[in-house]
């Protein structure tokens, strides 16, 4: 231990020395004071300020259970759920060196049903299970309307718990989704893209399968018990968000989350679950309580930046509402494709998009080569997200398609369209933030899953989009060739 009262420069006569000897005493004495009296009324300034930030940061940091980064080292996992999460946050030399701040992907298309979907596959599931409406092995079927991501995720994770799948999905994705759903013994029924006001739209067509289950697959008991049944009414969806149907009961077994009176007849009895990405809080409550905190732990808080796009917005709600608790002055920003509405309810607060108008559309939910984000509706889960969401950049399909030759060509990171997107949105923030700032992106899957549409070079020429690298040169030096 150092005598600390022995150091020359804290005794008044060191000071005395140095002080010319022509001079009155006294304004000695005032400086030292002044100088004694400012170092300590800072340095505890800075302490109280210090401290008040724990006392804040503390019941947020308690809330996330501790998950270790590096899970997949050297432990043991216990089944294809174990995999899940813990992805890698990657530096992206090519875009970092080019932009000079970090540009940092989370590479999600390392989950195990290769997409960031597996998070929110497995949170619907454990959750529904938890509020018992959901019961392992008992010949349940969840349904799903998806671009294909999610249903291959919940199919993935289905397998592993004990449920079979229904995925409704719209016949114009990429056709190696429906192999893939396919092979994981999904049932998959393909339907026309349609707005969200058709009954025939993939979403509504799977909450009524759902419904549709309980009643119609399960054997009858009796010719009086099917007769009753057929007597009955369509259960109509609950004002909950969940739609669970049962044949034991369908009015009793939608209203389980109220914890109504339930025997085991009624539990052990096959359901049918929509799953409901796109409203249930499952969805942001997996990011808000896994992607957000790993990018905060990965990062060790060094973040000024998240980017993301939305398909459902629970990415962004979830991952964005956890980053800006930790740290409120760092900014979300949202990429949004062509043809899709949110960039202008984030910039302008109206969902509109001037491609609607023109009649011109390649497909008719959003016209975009990029699948799984952007979307003409406002979902719950993205609704969650509108008070976080600081700005929105808009992506053409051509920036997005230069965006993933120029990250296989300088990276080798072969990647799929949604992350391509998000890349092209983190450089615009890039040039905006300035130099030394690191902005962090979620790398949704990988390109394996777009061989037929956005990787194909065929379509895309059919389609009228270029692959033109030059346009991500040009991004980078902010020579814009759109107007966002
Ligand atoms: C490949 C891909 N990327 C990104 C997203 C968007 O994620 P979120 O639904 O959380 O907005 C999706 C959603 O389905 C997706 O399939």
Same mark, same amino acid.
């Given at each position: 231990?150092?005598?600390?009262?022995?150091?020359?420069?804290?005794?008044?006569?060191f000071?005395?020395?140095?002080?010319p000897?022509? &001079?009155?005493?006294k304004p000695?004495?005032?400086?030292?004071? +002044?100088? @004694?009296?400012?170092?300590? *009324? $800072? !340095?505890?300034s800075?302490?109280?300020?210090?401290?008040l930030?724990?006392?804040?940061?503390e019941?947020?940091?308690r809330?996330?259970?501790?998950?270790?980064i590096?899970?997949?080292?050297?432990?043991?996992?216990?089944?294809?759920?174990?995999?899940?999460?813990?992805?890698?946050?990657?530096r992206?030399e090519?875009?970092?060196?080019?932009?000079?701040?970090?540009?940092?992907g989370?590479?999600e298309?390392?989950?195990?049903?290769?997409?960031?979907?597996?998070?929110?596959?497995?949170?619907?599931?454990?959750?529904?299970?938890?509020?018992?409406? &959901?019961?392992?092995?008992?010949?349940?079927?969840?349904?799903? +309307?998806? @671009?294909?991501?999610?249903? *291959? $995720? !919940?199919a993935?994770?289905?397998?592993?718990?004990?449920y079979?799948?229904?995925?409704?999905?719209?016949?114009?994705?990429s056709?190696?989704?429906?192999?893939?759903l396919?092979?994981?013994?999904?049932?998959?029924?393909?339907?026309?893209?349609?707005?969200?006001?058709d009954?025939?739209?993939?979403?509504?067509?799977?909450?009524?399968?759902?419904?549709?289950?309980?009643?119609?697959?399960?054997p009858?008991?009796?010719?009086?018990?099917?007769a009753?049944?057929?007597?009955?009414?369509?259960?109509?969806?609950?004002?909950e968000?969940?739609?669970?149907?049962?044949?034991?009961?369908?009015?009793?077994a939608?209203?389980?989350?109220?914890?109504?009176?339930?025997?085991?007849a009624?539990?052990?009895?096959?359901?049918?679950?929509?799953?409901?990405?796109?409203?249930?809080?499952?969805?942001?409550?997996?990011?808000?309580?896994?992607t957000?905190?790993?990018i905060?732990?990965?990062?060790?808080?060094?973040?000024?930046?998240?980017?993301a796009?939305?398909?459902?917005?629970?990415?962004?709600?979830?991952?964005g509402?956890?980053?800006?608790?930790?740290?409120?002055?760092?900014v979300?920003a949202?990429?949004?494709?062509?043809?899709?509405?949110?960039?202008?309810?984030?910039?302008?607060?109206?969902?509109?998009?001037?491609?609607?108008?023109e009649?011109?559309?390649?497909?008719?939910?959003v016209?975009?080569?990029?699948?799984?984000?952007?979307?003409?509706r406002?979902?719950?889960?993205f609704?969650?997200?509108?008070?976080?969401i600081?700005?929105?950049?808009?992506?053409?399909?051509?920036?997005?398609?230069?965006?993933?030759?120029?990250?296989?060509?300088?990276?080798?990171?072969?990647?799929g369209?949604s992350?391509?997107?998000?890349?092209?949105?983190a450089?615009?923030?890039?040039?905006?933030?300035?130099?030394?700032?690191t902005i962090?992106?979620?790398?949704?899957?990988?390109g394996n899953?777009?061989?037929?549409k956005?990787?194909?070079?065929?379509?895309?020429?059919?389609?009228?989009?270029?692959i033109?690298?030059?346009?991500?040169?040009?991004?980078?030096?902010?020579?814009?060739?759109?107007t966002?």
């Amino acid at each position: 231990m150092p005598d600390w009262a022995s150091l020359p420069w804290l005794s008044l006569p060191f000071w005395r020395a140095l002080w010319p000897p022509h &001079l009155p005493r006294k304004p000695l004495h005032a400086l030292l004071l +002044g100088i @004694v009296a400012g170092l300590t *009324i $800072s !340095l505890s300034s800075a302490s109280v300020g210090l401290y008040l930030e724990h006392r804040r940061r503390e019941p947020l940091l308690r809330r996330v259970p501790p998950r270790p980064i590096e899970i997949r080292k050297d432990e043991v996992v216990r089944g294809i759920t174990g995999l899940i999460g813990n992805t890698p946050l990657l530096r992206i030399e090519s875009l970092s060196e080019a932009t000079g701040c970090n540009i940092l992907g989370k590479c999600e298309f390392l989950n195990p049903g290769g997409s960031v979907k597996d998070r929110v596959a497995l949170k619907m599931i454990e959750d529904a299970e938890e509020q018992g409406l &959901l019961h392992p092995n008992s010949g349940s079927m969840i349904f799903e +309307g998806t @671009v294909g991501s999610t249903g *291959i $995720s !919940l199919a993935t994770v289905a397998r592993a718990r004990g449920y079979e799948t229904t995925i409704i999905m719209p016949d114009d994705v990429s056709t190696e989704k429906r192999q893939t759903l396919l092979c994981l013994g999904a049932h998959v029924e393909q339907v026309r893209p349609a707005s969200i006001v058709d009954q025939k739209q993939f979403v509504n067509l799977a909450r009524q399968r759902a419904l549709e289950f309980g009643r119609t697959t399960l054997p009858q008991k009796s010719l009086t018990d099917a007769a009753e049944a057929a007597a009955k009414p369509t259960p109509t969806p609950p004002t909950e968000d969940m739609v669970v149907a049962s044949q034991a009961s369908p009015t009793e077994a939608l209203h389980q989350a109220d914890g109504g009176a339930r025997g085991l007849a009624l539990e052990e009895a096959p359901r049918g679950f929509f799953a409901d990405q796109f409203e249930n809080r499952s969805n942001h409550d997996a990011h808000y309580l896994g992607t957000g905190p790993e990018i905060w732990r990965q990062t060790n808080g060094v973040i000024d930046a998240f980017v993301a796009g939305a398909g459902t917005g629970g990415t962004i709600s979830g991952t964005g509402q956890y980053l800006k608790e930790m740290k409120p002055e760092l900014v979300v920003a949202l990429a949004d494709p062509e043809g899709s509405g949110l960039y202008n309810k984030i910039r302008y607060g109206v969902m509109f998009d001037p491609k609607e108008k023109e009649g011109s559309k390649r497909r008719h939910q959003v016209d975009t080569v990029v699948e799984g984000i952007g979307i003409n509706r406002l979902t719950k889960n993205f609704e969650l997200g509108l008070p976080i969401i600081d700005t929105a950049y808009r992506v053409t399909d051509a920036e997005a398609v230069a965006m993933s030759r120029y990250l296989v060509k300088h990276d080798g990171l072969f990647l799929g369209s949604s992350s391509a997107c998000n890349l092209v949105a983190a450089i615009r923030l890039a040039r905006k933030l300035g130099k030394g700032h690191t902005i962090v992106t979620i790398l949704c899957d990988s390109g394996n899953r777009h061989y037929s549409k956005f990787w194909n070079d065929e379509y895309l020429k059919k389609a009228g989009i270029p692959i033109d690298l030059s346009i991500v040169a040009d991004l980078v030096d902010g020579r814009e060739r759109t107007t966002s």
